[in-house]
């Protein structure tokens, strides 16, 4: 993996988790979550961020697929902030729309170090397989508030798997864009000085 790494374990009386990620990496993963459709949008995540991801979480499932997607949330949030640093060189700010069929998705990010969230629309159907399809908006506004992001999130469509699948692919797209290393600069963007 890449010099932008971070490795967390976190263990609650809900969710056992183990989850490396590289920013600067090619792609790849290797996911575990239990949730079908939650893996495939993670790896969905990693494959157009260009992030090195892997996650395996032993969650109470048997309850709802909430704490499960939620803690997984947190904790990638918590990795992104562990592997940027100081943030120094960062582009910062990103905006991305990526459509799939009938469906888009919209994200505008701020690597800030504040966390905020806003989100607009709704998901056409209640769940896709076993995953609860408004916990897509919860998982992004989970990873703003732990990676101490801003995220102004919005989806359109029909088709709740090409929601969801549009807002994970934007959000990495915009994530990908904002945390690369624009080579014009060597401190940190902000004119405070620190992010």
Same mark, same amino acid.
Request: charged content about 30%; aromatic content about 8%; proline content about 2%.
């Given at each position: ?65 909430? !704490?499960?997607? /939620?803690?997984? *949330?947190?904790?990638? $949030?918590?990795?992104?902030?562990? =592997?940027?640093?100081? &943030? ?49 908006? !919860?998982?992004? /506004?989970?990873? *703003?508030?732990?990676? $101490?992001?801003?995220?102004?999130? =919005?989806?359109?469509? &029909? ?37």
């Amino acid at each position: 993996m890449g010099d932008r790494h971070a490795a967390i374990s976190r263990e609650t009386a809900e969710t056992t988790i183990e989850l490396e990620l590289s920013i600067d990496g090619d792609g790849e993963s290797s996911i575990d979550t239990g949730i079908g459709f939650f893996d495939h949008m993670l790896e969905a995540f990693a494959k157009h961020g260009l992030f090195d991801l892997e996650v395996t979480c032993d969650g109470d499932l048997y309850i709802d697929d909430h !704490h499960t997607i /939620e803690d997984v *949330a947190i904790v990638l $949030g918590e990795a992104f902030a562990d =592997a940027l640093g100081d &943030k120094r060189g960062i582009v910062r700010y990103a905006d991305r729309r990526v459509p799939l069929d009938e469906a888009v998705g919209s994200v505008v990010v701020d690597v800030s170090g504040r966390p905020y969230f806003c989100f607009e629309g709704s998901f056409s159907q209640a769940s896709v397989g076993d995953f609860t399809s408004d916990m897509a908006r !919860h998982f992004v /506004e989970s990873l *703003a508030m732990n990676g $101490g992001l801003t995220i102004h999130a =919005a989806v359109t469509g &029909k088709n709740a798997h090409h929601e969801v699948e549009a807002l994970f692919k934007s959000l990495a797209r915009a994530l990908d864009d904002a945390t690369r290393i624009d080579e014009r600069r060597s401190d940190t963007p902000s004119t405070k000085g620190s992010l």
